[in-house]
């Protein structure tokens, strides 16, 4: 059993920047891959970077340079930093871990940008 409980979503305006939470709880097994996607209206559900629980970070290109995500593996967390938000970046944000092989959802949270 894995749980997945988002935070930090919200209203920016461009060139804001918000900072999205993650934490994982689960009653077994190793959690390894922690990442994040996101989803806008009418759109396909996109990945948007991941990070390895020995620090390897893989970015999506549209996000490089503006976004940084990290880990506390002692916690079980991972953050998603968004600084110089597009209005293109408005989307349901959702946290994605592999525990053993198997991937768990969480149930998103809106990312609104707009003047």
């Known amino acids: 059993q894995v749980q997945i409980v988002e935070s930090g979503g919200g209203l920016v305006q461009p060139g804001g920047s918000l900072r999205l939470s993650c934490a994982a709880s689960?009653?077994?097994?190793?959690?390894?891959?922690m990442s994040w996607y996101r989803q806008a209206p009418g759109k396909q559900r996109d990945f948007v970077a991941l990070?390895?629980?020995?620090?390897?970070?893989r970015y999506e290109y549209f996000v490089k340079g503006r976004f940084t995500i990290s880990r506390d593996n002692a916690r079980n967390t991972v953050d998603l930093q968004m600084n110089s938000l597009k209005v293109e970046d408005t989307a349901v944000y959702y946290c994605?871990?592999?525990?053993?092989?198997?991937?768990?959802w969480g149930q998103g949270t809106q990312v609104t940008v707009s003047s």
């Open positions: 994605v871990v592999e525990v053993d092989g198997f991937f768990y």
């Open positions: 689960r009653s077994a097994g190793r959690l390894n891959v």
């Open positions: 990070i390895t629980d020995s620090n390897s970070i």
